[in-house]
């Protein structure tokens, strides 16, 4: 049986559905993350993508970002430091092309608004892009602002995060994924 390739503007070479063995362990060119089925790849050249990484748009309005577009780069020019996790990045990651020094990991970018994560939290977290602060009790002064911390770490980071309003539950991006992914 054959399978028809696909090409992709990051890559020169066709590219074709392939099938992982149990003991491989390999890492999406795009997102960084270890491989699952289904993916695509160049075998010769060892590039490799999630289908779902394939598809991811060249370009997006981002709802953190809202004064400018943001380009997809395959190859970004020099490491960057991501804005979502604070992480640092040097494969696939959207950036502004306006000089805003705005830079995003492909992961993070496409991260869902909402989140559901029952098994350990009972009402579904949204998305924020900065860390929620609420007045100081017995207070009334603006600059006597409280941080809630993440619920897994338990520090408060500058960072995006997923957020309970009813519970205050706060809970950074790079806590809540990895907590996530060893539940998986």
Request: proline share 9%.
């Amino acid at each position: 049986m054959k399978h028809e390739g696909k090409y992709h503007f990051s890559h020169e070479h066709i590219m074709i559905p392939i099938e992982l063995d149990e003991d491989d362990e390999v890492k999406c060119n795009a997102c960084e993350q270890l491989l699952t089925e289904p993916f695509i790849g160049c075998p010769p050249c060892q590039f490799f993508l999630h289908e779902n990484c394939f598809h991811v748009p060249r370009s997006m309005d981002h709802p953190s970002h809202p004064s400018h577009p943001l380009t997809l780069d395959p190859t970004p020019p020099h490491p960057y430091t991501c804005n979502a996790c604070g992480s640092h990045g040097k494969a696939f990651g959207f950036g502004c092309g306006a000089h805003c020094e705005f830079h995003l990991h492909l992961r993070c970018a496409i991260l869902p608004e909402t989140f559901s994560y029952d098994d350990e939290h009972p009402h579904g977290l949204e998305l924020v892009f900065e860390p929620p602060s609420f007045k100081n009790l017995g207070t009334s002064d603006d600059s006597q602002l409280v941080k809630i911390p993440c619920y897994i770490c338990n520090e408060n980071q500058v960072s995006w995060l997923y957020y309970c309003e009813a519970c205050e539950y706060v809970a950074h991006l790079k806590c809540l994924l990895s907590k996530y992914e060893e539940m998986e």
